[in-house]
């Protein structure tokens, strides 16, 4: 144990459960925001869709499609 820590002492437990805390706010706080830039995404491909099947350019990928 002594040559992973380069024979430092170990960490306090009030320390590593500091940590730990500090750690968990802010993995909520990136996940939060993932799951926002993931909802946006999800929103961005859907619209895009939408105009493209406005625009045609769906059908004639289908089209295409069917004739090979």
């Known amino acids: 144990m002594s040559e992973l820590l380069g024979g430092a002492k170990l960490p306090k437990m009030d320390t590593l459960k500091k940590q730990h805390r500090e ?33 045609g350019h769906a059908d004639e990928q289908k089209n295409k499609a069917q004739e090979r």
């Open 23 to 55: 750690l968990s706010e802010k993995k909520k706080a990136l996940y939060a925001e993932y799951r926002k830039a993931q909802a946006d995404m999800r929103q961005a491909v859907a619209v895009k869709a939408n105009i493209d099947h406005l625009l």
